[in-house]
């Protein structure tokens, strides 16, 4: 149960400290007097999203924290599975800092919001005015229902493999569009790989044409020139290699003189080898080079084609074609994989919907069995808060398809009056039917799932007098099995409070403020008694007041 309440910086609030204990704890206040605000800083640390509007200074980060005794409440495995430290005292805590930035803790650990709301999901139950609406809400009703059968882990499991379902069902939808798809362009995607492949393309290959159409374009002057150096390199008498080695000789000579004439009769030696094998290259390659005008064609007419198939793709080297090429055959191979995928894959679906089904219709199954205990319970608890003659079931439909809530569509059907007849309760129920409805089946699944703590913010919406004791009791029964907090406007609910706080709005300097106060046992009778009767208090409402207490 929530034992203690910390708020500060919180739209009207400055600094609050509340201390909360066991049984029934009631809180009233004027219209407008920040009732709906304390509310709202508890849904902080249960993890609901906030924005720095909340800030009453601007300039100040807002805390919210709450202390939590949980020792009775099998939490151990949520600590445990979020990697946080345990304690039957637990903290949670809120911050929205001036630039916008939320933060939340458990026991000092920073955690998401997502753990945070976990969390503040098994620890309190808050119940609004504006919650009535749920009950035409198919999901709420499949909730309660859920509840009430004990079976919210087996519909929890079930959800988890819908979704597996789900998403197995929209990738074979995926791959069933890319097969559609792929077949019209399989036909184009093998013209152009039948085209690059039918090119024979190798690495390197344009490089190496185009320096041989290079020589072969210019082989008459290339030949020209070669020969030209080799005459003068090699003639008998004045060229190059002769005089070089006629020098070589003369040094040879005189290299006995010096050891310097020696080092340089050994390098010209070196030189004279070197361009020996110089005229040698030159030989052969002036040999090796002819004019041949088919083959300078026969090269052209391959890079022609090599050039349209880059200027076709969009491209510039042979290398990048084969990519391309490599490519095509992959999309192709994919292709004819498809089928074969989507095979698998149906078959999967198929056993999951199987699975998935089964689940479901087993869920259903036992929703079912409760229906009549269900309507039985909601029938009492109306007759207790003064609904005598009316009539509440269950009506059931099975849905033609899976949904993520099973195979099961419920609705509400209800009458306040005996004979008539049973129509979806959201077409017919007013607003002070709808609240005694929902506390009715607010107090029957709370008794199920033993909630730490139950907040009723103005559950007696619409309801006065007798009605409003009897309500009252049912809260205070509540109580004795959970922590109860009700926001009441009601005199004959408020007095049934173990603890009676109270909300008002005072003014300092340029500001309002709300503040929050436990009553004492005097100070009750004069809230109640003004709640009875208005501002102006009498005797007589000062007497029925301290009957209702004393109640």
Known sequence: MVTHISINNYVLIQSLEIDFGKGLSVITGETGAGKSILLGAINLILGKRADTKVLLDKSKKCIVEGTFEIKNYILKDFFAKHDL????????????TP?????????DTPVNLNILKELGDKLIDIHSQHQTLTLNDTNFRLA????????????????????????????????INEEKRSKTEQDYFSFLFNELDGAGLSEGEQIKLEQKLEILEHAE??????????????????????????????LIKIESYSNKL???????????????????????????????????????????????????HRVKTAEELINIRDELSNKLLGITSLEERIEKLNLKLEKKFSDTLAQAEGISSERKKIFSEFESEITKTLDKLGMPEANFRIGWEKLNNLSVDGVDSIKFLYNANRGGELQDLSKIASGGELSRLMLAVK?????????????????????????????????????KAMQVIAITHLPQIAGKGTAHYIVYKVIEGERTKTIISQLNAND????????????????????TAKQLLKN
């Open 85 to 96: 430290d345990y304690d039957d005292r637990t903290f949670l805590r809120r911050e929205i």
């Open 99 to 107: 630039y916008g930035k939320s933060r939340a803790f458990i026991n």
């Open 144 to 175: 309660a229902i859920d509840s009430f059968a004990d079976i919210t882990l087996a519909v929890e499991e079930y959800r988890k493999d819908f979704i597996l379902y789900q998403k197995l069902k929209s990738k074979l939808e995926e791959l």
């Open 221 to 250: 002057d290339i030949k020209s020139n070669l020969y030209s150096a080799l005459t003068t390199l090699e003639n008998e008498e004045n060229g190059t290699l002769a005089s070089l080695s006629s020098v070589t000789g003369n």
């Open 262 to 312: 020696v080092e340089i009769s050994k390098r010209l030696e070196s030189v004279y080898i070197e361009l020996k094998d110089v005229v040698n290259e030159i030989g052969n390659l002036e040999q090796e080079i002819n004019y041949d005008p088919g083959k300078a064609e026969e090269v052209s007419n391959r890079l022609n084609q090599l050039y349209q198939l880059e200027q076709k």
């Open 443 to 479: 107090s029957l699944i709370s008794q199920k799932n033993l909630l730490p703590t139950v907040i009723f913010d103005e559950i007696d919406i619409g309801v006065s007098g007798n009605i409003a004791d009897k309500m009252g009791n049912i809260l205070l029964k509540l109580s």
């Open 524 to 543: 009750r009778i004069i809230v109640v008694a003004k709640m009875l009767s208005g501002q102006d208090i009498t005797t007589a409402s000062v007497e």
